[in-house]
């Protein structure tokens, strides 16, 4: 997510998403101000977020003590409890934030945020079972894929284009897939180009979609 660096950034729901949001943020230079209901997350992230507060943010009320107008983005990270997680992003919306993310557990509560005035949904644990799935595959060495079927992946050069250049192996045209980097060991990252020569053991960072990637690395 983006943010202005001069405004804070309010977390709402302090579980694993939502914290690790919050520290990420933090660590990036953002004030963040973490809230949840449960006195234990407020306890566990005191020590590593700017301020962290006990309050039940469905309330308008509660989020204009908070000073919601100082505000540049909030981050809805309500998991189980969805009424809870629609009234807050209602209350935010109402307050006129500009700039509400919230979290998802399924295709209908995400249709009911957005409704509510959530600018920006997302579905962290099916994010990440798409990717352990990616994973498993031993080729794949990291994924990361986008809303749009668009990924970007780390994997092992597959055997057909080992021992040529990137101009000669034509990945783009023959498989989908654009060869932006490769890694030899014990050496950096080198940003690929038409001339460069894939050799053994070689790692590829790759973009493309999602199943041309998937092709190309059982190839």
Known sequence: ?????????????????????????????HEVLGADTDPRPVQEFAPDLTKVVEADCTEMATLER????????????????????????LALSDLGLKN????????KHAR??????????????????ERVAHLLNERLLDFISFGDEFAIARLAAPEPIVGLPLVTSACRRKYG????????????FIHAVPDTIIFPHDELVVSGRIKDIERFSAI
């Not at 202005?4 to 520290?23: E, S, T, Y």
């Not at 100082?70 to 809805?76: G, N, R, T």
């Not at 509400?100 to 295709?107: F, L, R, V």
């Not at 009911?112 to 079972?129: C, D, K, N, S, Y």
């Open 100 to 107: 509400i993310w919230a979290k998802a557990t399924n295709e």
């Open 177 to 188: 897939v654009t060869v932006v980097g490769v890694k030899r060991e014990g050496e950096d």
């Open 112 to 129: 009911i945020l957005e409704r509510t005035g959530a600018h920006h949904v997302v579905f962290p644990e099916q994010r990440m079972g």
């Open 66 to 89: 908070l000073g919601i107008a100082d505000f540049e983005a909030a981050v809805v990270a309500i998991g189980t409890d969805i009424e809870a997680s629609v009234l807050t992003v």
């Open 1 to 29: 997510m983006s943010a202005d660096k001069r405004k804070p950034v309010m977390v709402i729901g302090l579980g694993r998403f939502g914290g690790a949001v919050a520290r990420t943020l933090e660590r990036m230079g």
